[in-house]
């Protein structure tokens, strides 16, 4: 849904009658000050908590759970959604400032509070602060990749353009402080979108809330744009997985109980333990978040949030999936009618689904595990849960992954012939990247968060599929200076698969390149990726990728940009100390980066010597310069958008 942004409410307020400006104008003086430096946070900024429901909070388990609430608590999952204090905020709000869409933002610290100020130039070219403006930061999303920050929106705009009031609806920064790299990344930057695509901001409370908290109600009125949202615990805690627990947490409180269902050992019917569910319940419990779907009732769901309860086996009368079979405009959406002969990106159209899946019908967007899962022949067939591989309380948080299912035991523990004859399965040294089962049957072939992630649909490399589809295979993921036709010939070896048929450069050229830098927005990412992860470079020999990285720095999508200069940075010479590019750098800059960055590969590498002989025989052209224009002449500007 589109949140009014702040410039449509400044815009709006003059066409109103002057009483209501008037009072907006007081009231949002008075809010302001408010705000600004009221300590706890107004109540009506964020959700209030509400436990009087069923649902009891994560505190309530604790007293009885003081172990599982331990391992909870150092999960991102936790951390999900926090009230902003000195303890939670992961930003720097040092007082720099950033600009995007010509409003410039300053982050900044007034004692234990965290502030956000806006400002636009004048027709005079001075900056003028905006109305409202500064504001509390007071809740945050995320944890672990990004930080999203959410400040109080008082007013927005009614549907005859007058200001209205919205209560309990924070409205999101457009800035991603994002961890890894310490830096602050506007948002629209931060995701797969065609360049130009218009900012939004999005609703918390009628959309956010269904998988960023627990027991989250939002109350949302259409008629007033109210919302009197409120949640059982921010964040993603017990109850999301185990159900509400008044019942449990009552029936408890009795000692015999306790002591008879402690002596039973059986399952407690008062609560939910998803490794006790079905493997179809148990994998819903945590599809209800890890999905692309949506609520089959839209209206209800922003009344009284997704009614579905883990344990429930009824998630499918809660939520449509994006499944790939039942995708009405797909030919037009993969089509070819969108791409301008320019390079001018057009926005995307087609069903929002349909941006879900790669063309061979598997989901592409990491977070949609669930999408994913349900289509792996060890769930069609198997009762493959992810709990498989996953643990909850006995984990790294980082991947959430129970000992050992990092390797090969994850899929040994069901496939166990290959154990003993693993070599024969693989065609490579047991030891080998190439052995392990993960990298072919689960490449990284799903994005989000600003990286390449493992498809959760278990599957096996095919070349003719990855040819016809455009979804790159595994093998050539890894063996990136390989061709398509040097792939097939190996899988029709070993595994008897038919030899493909194959276009002349898809025969000749290595697949690598041409997803990089000829393939449409989402096989560039993805191949960027590749270019920087390790057992790749040890495939494939760890010198000449630079060449072609060094071309992404101009790509028209900021993501492929980003992660390309992040693979880049791992190579000597380009490391951030010897070559200091920088992701707020103007069209200028970054064309001059690269053209740097090509005159030292050039003095480096002059003909004749061993690496310019390498590129040579990668790309069939003497010349590389010669060779990156032709193929980025003939890149696919289909306009790419990954709903994560
Ligand atoms: C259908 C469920 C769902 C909805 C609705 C949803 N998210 Fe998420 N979100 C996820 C999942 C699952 C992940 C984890 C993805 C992963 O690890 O790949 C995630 C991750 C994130 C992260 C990264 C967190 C981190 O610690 O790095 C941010 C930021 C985020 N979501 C923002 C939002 C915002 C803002 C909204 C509302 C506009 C929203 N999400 C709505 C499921 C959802
Ligand atoms: C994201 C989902 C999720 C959250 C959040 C979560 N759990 Fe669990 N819990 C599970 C799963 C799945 C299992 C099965 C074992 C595992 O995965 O580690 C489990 C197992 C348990 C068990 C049984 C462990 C045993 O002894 O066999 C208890 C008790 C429990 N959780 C309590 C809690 C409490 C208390 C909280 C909150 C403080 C919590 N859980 C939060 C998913 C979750
Ligand atoms: C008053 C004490 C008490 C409280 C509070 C409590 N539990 Fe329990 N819970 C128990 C007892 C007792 C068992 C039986 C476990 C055993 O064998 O020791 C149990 C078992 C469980 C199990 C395992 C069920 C199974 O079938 O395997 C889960 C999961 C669980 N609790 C989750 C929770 C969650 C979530 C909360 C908070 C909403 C909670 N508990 C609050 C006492 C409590
Ligand atoms: C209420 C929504 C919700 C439920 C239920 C849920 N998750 Fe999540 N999960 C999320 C969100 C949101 C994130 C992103 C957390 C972050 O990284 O900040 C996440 C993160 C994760 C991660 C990655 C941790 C990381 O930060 O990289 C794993 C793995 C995961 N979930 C597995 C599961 C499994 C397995 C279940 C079911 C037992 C489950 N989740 C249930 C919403 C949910
Ligand atoms: C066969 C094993 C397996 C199964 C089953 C499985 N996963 Fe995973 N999952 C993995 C591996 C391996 C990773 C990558 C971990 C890493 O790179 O550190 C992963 C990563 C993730 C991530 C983090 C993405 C990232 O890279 O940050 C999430 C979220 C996740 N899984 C959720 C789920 C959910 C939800 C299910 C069930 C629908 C599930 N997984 C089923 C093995 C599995
Ligand atoms: C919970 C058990 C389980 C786990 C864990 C599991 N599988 Fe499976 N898998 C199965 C079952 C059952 C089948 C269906 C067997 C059949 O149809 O003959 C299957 C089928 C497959 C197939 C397709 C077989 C075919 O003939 O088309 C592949 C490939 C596969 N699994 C690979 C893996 C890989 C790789 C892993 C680890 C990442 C894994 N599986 C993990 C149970 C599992
Ligand atoms: C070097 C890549 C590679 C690795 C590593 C690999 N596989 Fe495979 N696997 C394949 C290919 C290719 C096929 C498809 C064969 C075909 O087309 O019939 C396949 C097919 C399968 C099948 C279905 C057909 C069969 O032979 O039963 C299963 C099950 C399977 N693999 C499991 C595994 C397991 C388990 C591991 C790890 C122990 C593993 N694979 C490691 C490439 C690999
Ligand atoms: C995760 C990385 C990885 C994946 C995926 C992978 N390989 Fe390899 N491969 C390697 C490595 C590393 C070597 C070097 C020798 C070794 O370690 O076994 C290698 C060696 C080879 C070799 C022999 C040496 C050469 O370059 O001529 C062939 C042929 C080969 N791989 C083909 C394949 C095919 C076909 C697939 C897909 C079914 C595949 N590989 C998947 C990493 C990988």
Known sequence: MNAPSTETIQRRIPVAGPVVIILAVLCSAAALAFYKREQPIPVDAIPHIDRTGDYVSADTCKKCHPGAHASWHNTYHRTMTQIVSPETVAGDFDGRDYTVDGITYNFYRDGDLFMVDAKKKNSVGKMRSLPRFPRR????????????????????????????????????????????????IPKQKSVIEPPGTPGNSAHWNSHCINCHSTGGVPRFDEATMLAESSVADFGISCEACHGPGREHVEYHQNALHRYGQHLTGGPDPTIVNPERCSTEVSVMICGRC????QPIDLEEARKHGIQYRAGDDDLAEHLTFADFAALPEIDDYYGKDKINPDGVQT???????????????????GGDEYNAHIKSPCYLNGDLTCLSCHSMHASDPNDQLAAGMNTNEACLQCHESFRENLEAHTHHAADSSG???????????????????????????????????????????????????????????????????????????????????????????????????????????????????????????????????????????YRPEQFPYDFWSSEEDLRNYQRTGFTNWNTDHPPGSELSDRIIELTGEESLTAF?????GERDNTPIEIPE
């Open 435 to 573: 052995s392990q089962c993960y990298n072919c049957h689960m490449p990284h072939t799903t994005y989000a968060l600003s990286t390449a992630m493992r498809s959760h649909r278990i599957d096996s490399p095919d070349v003719q599929r990855s040819a016809d589809t455009g979804r790159p295979d595994a093998c050539n993921l890894c063996h990136l200076d390989q061709s398509l036709a040097w792939t097939s010939e190996y899988l029709h070896q070993w595994y008897d698969q038919p030899v493909a048929t194959l276009t002349a450069e898809q025969a000749t050229l290595p697949a690598s390149l041409l997803w990089l830098l000829k393939g449409n927005a989402i096989q560039r990412a993805i191949a960027a990726w590749h270019f920087g992860w390790e057992p790749a470079l040890s495939a494939s020999g760890s010198d000449w990728e630079p060449a072609f990285l060094l071309e992404m720095l101009t790509d028209p999508y900021a993501q492929v940009r980003f992660i390309a200069h992040r693979a880049l940075r791992g190579f000597e010479g």
């Open 137 to 184: 930061v007071v809740m945050s999303t995320g944890s672990h990749h990004y930080q999203a920050y959410w400040v109080p929106n008082e007013w927005a705009a009614g549907a005859n353009g007058q200001a209205i009031q919205i209560n309990r609806q924070p409205i999101e920064i457009p800035l991603y402080y994002n961890i890894t790299e310490k830096r602050w």
């Open 290 to 293: 890890h999905s692309s779907s």
């Open 347 to 365: 926005p995307t159209s087609g069903h929002t689904f349909t941006k879900v899946f790669w063309k061979d019908g598997t989901c592409r967007v």
């Open 628 to 632: 990156l224009k032709a193929m980025s």
